[in-house]
């Protein structure tokens, strides 16, 4: 008996079925994703026979208030129920309306050219809205006096390929732009019937068909400027331009008025520069754009103003901001800065005239320092002194960057070679304060030998004979106290600059430096490899001495 009740068959339930999950209380669901009935294409006889004979497409009613058409594909998408929308159908019998096909009728030439890039092929006219069913489509009819909503059609070509097609209403094409009013007067002047009733105008060679299909937009715009704070500066330019070659007066002014309230980058000045050279606008409206762009003042005033800003920074008290202005300053003036256009900015006098009021206040500085040697060496040092000279220097150096750049520097060699009185209070001062003079001759030196500064005999003679000797003394102190010097370059370019000068003039400078490092070694600058050069080019000769500088 237990086993008979071990072995008897348990019930078998029937699968429940699957309950539906329903937003809605729905006696019967209604057609979902996950049922779909298997639908016969619809017929397109009916849009076939429109297309053929030349209507309008179908447009909403909202559209045909507008007056601008946007031709387009239809999307199937249908609601099915609220909160509930059906994937949308790939069925291609859903693809109610076709492109635009090309009508027989003549078609008008403008002429007009925009600055606007490429966009692909499309055909643009306003979607279906309001109580059109997602399946169908309404068409606009003619008014009873035959006159269509959209009796423009036009035809813009691209440059680099491509077109786009706007039908418009030509009340408000011609009311914006008076080179389209007149196109439009002059087609129906020539065409009579119903041909008469749809003008045809094609624009040839546009660069950007979006920018020209914005423009034409702004004509059915109320607020012109809300439109552009959406495009920014750079797409308002290019709408200026637009609107500029097809004369919307409304369109241009509005574009004015936005770009002179706002901010440009540098490349959006440069983009408005053009259009500003290309095209003639009223004086009155451009003003104060020109006043931006433009300076209305004589051409002195940036050399007047170069001028402050050098005499501002060698009088500058603040070390940061000094730097900081120096950089600034010097990437303005200087010749390969990305604003130089020409060297109007300031002159060459103006330079020196500031080169000679340094150097006048570094000579009164190191007779302060002199008459106080003895206090010094007391007080083991005057701050306050040590770091006017230091500033000193510094602004005579930046100077000369500024010269040597240029390629005016030649009178400044001349100029610190005669430089007695400096010379003269260099023997009695300081080293930790002398040292600073071989920094500026430090700079001369390398721009000498390095090619960067081209000079006569006579000045690279007086400038070494004058300061070679201090260099040499005040070598030690560089090289504890760089401040930005490449010692190696230094030492390099001595050499080189020795090199240049007669042969029996570098005699007595190059035993002078022997002299000096045979006692003093590293405290020296080392010339050991122009010093071999010098020996061969004047004891050796022929073919001996050009097979030894050859290896």
Not at 271 to 295: H, M, N, Q
Request: charged share 25%; with cysteine.
């Amino acid at each position: 008996m237990d086993d008979i009740t071990r072995r008897r068959p348990r019930a078998r339930r029937e699968p429940q079925p699957r309950r539906r999950s329903w937003c809605c209380s729905f006696s019967v669901p209604p057609t979902s994703p996950e049922h779909l009935r298997v639908s016969q294409p619809k017929p397109l006889q009916k849009f076939e026979t429109l297309s053929k004979s030349g209507n309008s497409f179908p447009n909403s009613p909202q559209s045909a208030r507008s007056g601008l058409g946007l031709v387009g594909r239809i999307d199937p998408r249908r609601i099915l129920s609220p909160g509930r929308v059906s994937p949308i159908d790939s069925d291609p019998s859903g693809d109610l309306v076709h492109d635009i096909l090309v009508d027989p009728s003549p078609v008008r030439d403008t002429g007009v050219r925009s600055a606007s890039f490429r966009a692909p092929l499309e055909n643009f006219r306003a979607p279906p809205e309001g109580s059109a069913s997602p399946g169908s489509c309404n068409v606009v009819k003619e008014s009873e006096n035959g006159a269509g909503v959209f009796d423009v059609r036009l035809n813009l070509k691209g440059k680099h390929g491509g077109s786009l097609v706007l039908e418009l209403n030509s009340e408000v094409l011609s009311a914006n732009s008076s080179i389209f009013a007149d196109l439009i007067s002059d087609y129906r002047k020539g065409c009579s019937g119903p041909a008469a009733k749809l003008c045809r105008i094609e624009v040839p060679e546009v660069e950007h068909l979006g920018v020209f299909r914005e423009t034409i937009e702004l004509m059915f715009e109320e607020d012109i400027t809300k439109r552009l704070l959406k495009a920014g500066v750079y797409r308002s330019i290019d709408i200026l331009e637009v609107s500029a070659g097809i004369m919307f007066t409304k369109g241009v002014l509005s574009c004015l008025k936005y770009l002179e309230a706002v901010p440009w980058s540098e490349e959006e000045e440069e983009k408005l520069r053009s259009v500003f050279e290309r095209f003639k606008f009223d004086g009155a409206t451009t003003k104060d754009i020109l006043a931006r762009l433009y300076p209305l003042e004589s051409g002195d005033s940036q050399g007047n103003l170069a001028r402050q800003l050098v005499w501002s920074i060698t009088t500058c008290v603040d070390t940061n901001a000094r730097n900081e202005l120096k950089l600034l300053v010097k990437g303005l003036l200087c010749k390969s800065s990305v604003y130089e256009k020409d060297h109007s900015d300031i002159n060459k006098e103006d330079l020196y005239g500031v080169c000679q009021s340094c150097l006048g206040s570094l000579v009164t500085l190191f007779e302060e320092a002199t008459n106080c040697c003895e206090r010094l060496a007391k007080k083991e040092m005057d701050k306050p002194l040590i770091e006017r000279i230091s500033r000193q220097v510094d602004n005579i150096n930046w100077l000369l960057d500024i010269l040597v750049d240029r390629q005016i520097a030649e009178e400044f060699v001349e100029m610190w070679a005669s430089q007695g009185e400096l010379l003269r209070m260099h023997e009695n001062t300081s080293p930790m304060v002398r040292y600073e003079l071989s920094r500026v001759s430090a700079i001369l030196f390398i721009a000498v030998g390095t090619r960067k500064m081209h000079c006569r005999t006579e000045a690279r003679l007086g400038l070494l004979q004058a300061w070679f000797g201090p260099m040499v003394l005040d070598f030690g102190w560089l090289q504890r106290c760089k401040k930005g010097l490449d010692m190696k370059a230094l030492e390099e370019a001595m050499g080189q600059a020795l090199l240049t000068l007669p042969l029996k003039h570098q005699y007595m400078l190059f035993m002078e430096w022997f002299r000096c490092f045979s006692k003093h070694g590293t405290e020296c600058p080392n010339l050991s490899k122009a010093f071999q050069i010098w020996w061969r080019r004047s004891f050796l000769r022929g073919s001996e001495s050009h097979a030894i500088e050859s290896r």
